[in-house]
């Protein structure tokens, strides 16, 4: 199995105590064995560790797969690796017993590409997994098992594994790495807890590195995109919904984050609640039309720019005929005027919380 892996038998043994990723049997000599799935695990562990993801996130994101998961995201990934040349006959049994599945296709030494410093262009250049130091890649694996937390300054610490493994993603802008991570951790929580507990402190977390000139605008883009892609697609799997007036979803004037609006999309789909996604920027007099026409009964607004009690916002509001249940998210509202009886309206602060407001 280590030869397969491209590692070595106690980064195997280690994997297998420490986060469970091993062999799913063993002999009555308490010998292990891998079934197929399991080597499909190992290699898509090692494979997320060399592209930089930290083993407890890589570790968490691999057990999350279904087994149809698995093989599809192993469908183009070689089975074994190159064998050393006193264990080749064995290797190429291996490859014999392997060849009816789906996912042996032919031999290939286990590699992952990192920056090569000497190069001095930044170029890539292919690192052999089974060329790595042992007692370096011990080394990095005790530091791994501490989960030291990242500092990002003298106060904001980064202590999730799965945010970890993001940021390692988007320093490298590793967008395969991204929308694997991304994705895993919507299948493996409702949208709002992945929100509220590893999505946006990710994003907090890179906005923090970006004023600290760590991250360029790029970054932030590519994880912008990645991020609203997956959502949409929670979004769109999400279960049939009610069939009754929509519960409107808009940023306020000026407001360009969009993100907890697809957030909150996706999450109220998982309840079957019928949603109209308004987007960013929406101007009062566009908010309270829609309203009008739609006969929006719900409506939830996000602001992280800092919203005025004399707002026109209110002023719209306020003109509004017909009893509306506003909710409002993000840090932007923070003086709110009185409003007239009809006008329920609802700071939350989370997505869990906003979940609830909208879809009870």
Do not use: C, K
Not at 1 to 7: I, L, P, Y
Not at 82 to 96: K, W
Not at 97 to 120: E, K, L, M, Q, Y
Not at 189 to 197: I, L, P, Q, R, Y
């Amino acid at each position: 199995m280590a030869e397969r892996a491209g590692t070595t038998p106690s980064t195997l043994r280690s994997w297998d105590r420490r986060y469970g990723v091993g062999p799913s049997d063993r002999t009555n000599g308490n010998h292990r064995r891998y079934t197929h799935l399991d080597v499909l695990r190992v290699l898509t562990m090692g494979r997320l560790i060399g592209q930089g993801v930290p083993a407890q996130a890589a570790a968490t994101s691999v057990l999350s797969l279904t087994d149809d998961d698995l093989l599809e995201e192993n469908r183009d990934a070689p089975l074994i690796a190159s064998a050393g040349p006193r264990d080749r006959s064995a290797a190429g049994a291996g490859v014999a017993r392997s060849a009816s599945s789906s996912a042996a296709r032919g031999t290939a030494r286990s590699t992952v590409t990192t920056a090569d410093p000497a190069a001095g262009d930044g170029a890539p250049r292919r690192l052999h997994v089974a060329d790595v130091d042992d007692e370096v890649a011990a080394a990095a694996e005790e530091r791994e098992a501490r989960e030291t937390p990242v500092r990002l300054d003298g106060s904001d610490l980064v202590d999730h594994p799965t945010v970890r493994a993001l940021l390692a993603a988007t320093r490298a802008l590793d967008a395969p790495t991204i929308a694997h991570l991304t994705r895993q951790v919507l299948r493996r929580h409702e949208v709002g807890a992945a929100w509220d507990d590893v999505l946006a402190p990710t994003l907090r977390a890179i906005g923090r590195m970006w004023e600290l000139g760590e991250l360029g605008v790029d970054a932030e883009h590519l994880v912008s995109e990645l991020l609203g892609s997956e959502l949409r697609a929670v979004a769109r799997t999400g279960g049939l919904r009610v069939a009754a007036t929509p519960i409107l979803l808009g940023a306020a004037d000026e407001e360009q984050h969009h993100l907890p609006l697809l957030a909150l999309e996706a999450a109220l789909a998982g309840h079957g609640q019928a949603t109209m996604y308004l987007g960013p920027r929406l101007p009062s007099s566009a908010l309270a039309r829609a309203i009008t026409r739609t006969h929006a009964t719900s409506v939830f607004l996000w602001a992280s720019i800092s919203r005025r009690p004399q707002d026109v916002l209110w002023d719209r509001l306020i003109g509004l005929e017909a009893p509306v249940h506003v909710v409002l998210g993000g840090p932007g509202w923070t003086s709110i005027p009185v409003l007239p009886a009809r006008l329920h309206v609802e700071v939350v602060g989370s997505m869990r919380e906003a979940v609830t407001a909208l879809a009870s």
